[in-house]
């Protein structure tokens, strides 16, 4: 089996590295790098202390408007995939480089599969809703990490090639949360201590790119009495100082660059609570039992607002306020992304699909 992975933002190499483990004891994998962000600290730190082999291709395609990006990338892919001949195009998440590879692949002879599939927000306006959806609907494999997900495909009319797998990520913070306990010194550097304070992250388009949502984001945090970290997404940094609101959020919280993956778990991990807009980091919160308030309306991690570890409060100054105030917080965690296995699983099936078996796990 010949497997052509799509990679090209932070969040995807955090979740290929736990499966390209897994693909390489049974196939050959491309790995491909789209180049979508190319900073040391978002994307070298990871192939660094995760041990992600380097990429068979980096396509350098860099920022840019949403059309443009996506379509550097495709131009850049296809001739991958006719020089390397794969039996899959392996993608993941919600991110440009996903689309791209969703376009690539089901207009060559290959499979698609797409792992994190059926996720929905429900808000159009959101940039990976888009290409969420695309990416499932353009895929012959569907790895759902939740029965949700899997109930979400099929209102879709999205039934065959669906295998609920659990989640990547779940396996990712299983196999380093004891580890970057011991060998973490994050807490240390950064002059905090368990469970005294919070740690948050902004980068979604619709909170940074509008002055009034950071602001308002500004003025809650202002009110915590903890001290806060806060590793900025470098789109975060630009915007802050693009609307003057730099020096503010110095005085609001300790601004830091972006950090690698084992430091940033031990840090939600230690966190009396976290405060984001990040699809992943609500999910790890959760993972991890730290609770999370969530600068959004709506999520596509249901579960983790069900449970009662998430809740959702948008950019209402107040709505914040009072999330960060909340004492009560549930005392049990159910457990609806998998057993930390989802990465054998999807090596599994792709072999059992490539060599034309039908997989048992097809649900
Ligand atoms: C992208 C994904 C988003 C994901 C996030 C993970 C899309 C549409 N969005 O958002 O779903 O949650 O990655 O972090 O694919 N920049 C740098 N250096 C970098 C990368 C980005 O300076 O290495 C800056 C550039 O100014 C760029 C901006 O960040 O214009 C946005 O980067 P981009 O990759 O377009 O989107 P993200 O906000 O990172
Ligand atoms: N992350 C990290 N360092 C940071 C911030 C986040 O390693 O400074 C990790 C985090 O643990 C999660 C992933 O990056 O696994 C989430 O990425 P991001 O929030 O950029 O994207 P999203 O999940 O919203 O697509």
Same mark, same amino acid.
Request: aromatic share 6%; with cysteine.
């Given at each position: 089996m010949r497997v052509c992975t799509i990679v090209g933002a932070r969040p995807q190499f955090i979740k290929a590295a736990v499966v390209s483990r897994e693909l390489r004891e049974v196939g050959e994998e491309v790995l491909v790098h789209t180049g979508q962000h190319y900073d040391e600290e978002m994307s070298d730190v990871f192939f660094d202390e995760l041990g992600i082999? !380097?990429? /068979?291709?980096?396509?350098?395609?860099?920022?840019?408007p949403h059309g443009r990006q996506t379509a550097k990338m495709i131009a850049e892919i296809e001739p991958v995939v006719e020089e390397e001949d794969p039996d899959v195009m392996l993608l993941y998440g919600d991110t440009n480089s996903t689309l791209a590879g969703a376009i690539v692949g089901s207009k060559c002879d290959m499979a698609v599969a797409h792992v !994190?599939? =059926?996720?929905?927000?429900?808000?159009? /306006?959101?940039p990976e809703e888009i290409n969420r959806v695309l990416t499932d609907h353009a895929s012959d494999c569907c790895f759902a990490p939740s029965e949700s997900a899997v109930e979400t495909l099929a209102d879709e009319?999205?039934? /065959?090639?669906?295998?609920?797998?659990?989640?990547v990520m779940y396996d990712s913070v299983l196999a380093v949360r004891e580890r970057v306990a011991d060998s973490s010194s994050v807490l240390d550097d950064l002059g905090v201590s368990e469970d005294e304070f919070v740690l948050a992250t902004v980068h979604r388009q619709s909170n940074t790119d509008d002055p009034e949502n950071l602001e308002a984001i500004l003025d809650a945090l202002e009110d915590v009495s903890e001290p806060i970290v806060f590793p900025a997404h470098p789109r975060t940094v630009d915007r802050l100082e693009e609307y003057d609101l730099r020096e503010r959020a110095d005085e609001v919280f300790e601004l830091v660059e972006p950090l690698g993956y084992l430091d940033f778990v031990r840090l939600m991990d230690a966190a009396e609570r976290i405060v984001t807009d990040s699809g992943g980091v609500q999910k790890e919160a959760f993972f991890l039992e730290t609770p999370c308030v969530t600068l959004? %309306? !709506?999520? %596509?991690?249901?579960e983790t607002v069900e449970a009662d570890w998430n809740e959702l409060v948008g950019t209402d100054t107040d709505a914040i306020r009072d999330a960060l105030e909340r004492e009560e917080w549930p005392d049990d965690t159910p457990n609806p992304? =998998?057993? =930390? !296995?989802a990465s054998r699983r999807i090596a599994e099936i792709l072999q059992e699909r490539v060599a034309d078996v039908e997989p048992e796990a097809e649900v």
């Amino acid at each position: 089996m010949r497997v052509c992975t799509i990679v090209g933002a932070r969040p995807q190499f955090i979740k290929a590295a736990v499966v390209s483990r897994e693909l390489r004891e049974v196939g050959e994998e491309v790995l491909v790098h789209t180049g979508q962000h190319y900073d040391e600290e978002m994307s070298d730190v990871f192939f660094d202390e995760l041990g992600i082999p !380097e990429p /068979d291709y980096n396509l350098g395609v860099q920022s840019g408007p949403h059309g443009r990006q996506t379509a550097k990338m495709i131009a850049e892919i296809e001739p991958v995939v006719e020089e390397e001949d794969p039996d899959v195009m392996l993608l993941y998440g919600d991110t440009n480089s996903t689309l791209a590879g969703a376009i690539v692949g089901s207009k060559c002879d290959m499979a698609v599969a797409h792992v !994190e599939a =059926g996720l929905r927000s429900y808000n159009r /306006d959101m940039p990976e809703e888009i290409n969420r959806v695309l990416t499932d609907h353009a895929s012959d494999c569907c790895f759902a990490p939740s029965e949700s997900a899997v109930e979400t495909l099929a209102d879709e009319g999205i039934t /065959d090639g669906v295998y609920l797998t659990g989640d990547v990520m779940y396996d990712s913070v299983l196999a380093v949360r004891e580890r970057v306990a011991d060998s973490s010194s994050v807490l240390d550097d950064l002059g905090v201590s368990e469970d005294e304070f919070v740690l948050a992250t902004v980068h979604r388009q619709s909170n940074t790119d509008d002055p009034e949502n950071l602001e308002a984001i500004l003025d809650a945090l202002e009110d915590v009495s903890e001290p806060i970290v806060f590793p900025a997404h470098p789109r975060t940094v630009d915007r802050l100082e693009e609307y003057d609101l730099r020096e503010r959020a110095d005085e609001v919280f300790e601004l830091v660059e972006p950090l690698g993956y084992l430091d940033f778990v031990r840090l939600m991990d230690a966190a009396e609570r976290i405060v984001t807009d990040s699809g992943g980091v609500q999910k790890e919160a959760f993972f991890l039992e730290t609770p999370c308030v969530t600068l959004r %309306e !709506e999520t %596509e991690w249901v579960e983790t607002v069900e449970a009662d570890w998430n809740e959702l409060v948008g950019t209402d100054t107040d709505a914040i306020r009072d999330a960060l105030e909340r004492e009560e917080w549930p005392d049990d965690t159910p457990n609806p992304y =998998g057993d =930390g !296995e989802a990465s054998r699983r999807i090596a599994e099936i792709l072999q059992e699909r490539v060599a034309d078996v039908e997989p048992e796990a097809e649900v």
